[in-house]
């Protein structure tokens, strides 16, 4: 699609980031609602007294019309919906993250309309003040089911037996759930240090994670771990920013 010449108009969007871009505009990123994350040139966007430049504000709905057909289109307007509270404190800086983790892991111009309206669930839920692990760890979750990694919650990866709440699962990368009692009898040392990309969680904990319930502290706790384990696997190891200015928060 970057090649085709366009005309968009109205398209719901959000800003993910913005940078200069010569003297007086901006490039925008931006993640629409039927076209993914696109490339915006917001010309003249940084003069004072630029219609644009109160808009293009992150966490906040928009609706967005651009035209183009290189990989960077340009901006034609931009409009607020209204309705969002501004981020503040701790959750400005999970919104952060959830902008650093679209940028990093979709490509351009690829539609994902599902996680669309997840990233925007959880700004709002952000900005109504609810507690920011379940927010975070239900957009993860649909970020890795929406880039096409599966991650079988509910199914045993060894037998393909539905997943039991009262067992002991090693979550391994590109397996799935297998049950300690497998491991072990393979021989493998599950009590170890060094246990690789894999992380320990419970059928519970697997089981609320598929029923989209966070209420457990168990499941909380132990789904941070694993789908941070995916994530860092996606990401290639790569750090993030937003996440490094999290635990700085935490540390102080």
């Known amino acids: ?60 709905p928009l609706w967005m019309d651009w035209s183009g057909g290189g990989e960077v289109k340009t901006l034609v307007r931009a409009e607020w919906q209204g309705g969002q509270p501004l981020l503040t404190g701790r959750a400005l800086i999970c919104g952060y993250y959830l902008n650093e983790l679209l940028v990093r892991l979709t490509a351009r111009e690829d539609p994902h309309p599902r996680l669309f309206a997840a990233y925007a669930e959880a700004v709002r839920a952000l ?20 880039l096409g990694y599966e991650a079988g919650l509910g199914e045993e990866a060894d037998s393909g037996e539905p997943v039991r709440p009262d067992r002991r699962y090693l979550y391994i990368i590109e397996r799935g759930p297998v049950r300690l009692e497998t491991l072990e009898a393979e021989g493998a040392d599950v009590d170890g240090a060094a246990l690789g990309e894999q992380a320990l969680v419970s059928g519970q904990t697997l089981l609320d994670m598929a029923a989209d319930d966070f209420s457990r502290t168990e499941t909380l706790a132990q789904s941070k771990l694993l789908l941070r384990m995916l994530i860092n696997h996606t990401l290639g190891g790569q750090p993030l920013q937003s996440r490094r200015v999290l635990k700085e928060l935490q540390e102080l």
């Open 127 to 146: 900005g109504r003040g609810e507690p920011e692990p379940p927010i975070l760890r239900r957009f993860e979750l649909v970020l890795l089911q929406d």
């Open 1 to 60: 699609m970057a090649g085709a010449k366009q005309r968009v108009e109205q398209q719901p969007a959000w800003v993910l980031h913005t940078h200069p871009w010569r003297e007086t505009s901006l490039i925008v990123e931006v993640f629409a609602r039927d076209h993914g994350r696109v490339a915006l040139v917001a010309k003249g966007a940084r003069r004072p007294h630029s219609q644009l430049r109160g808009v293009l504000m992150a966490f906040q």
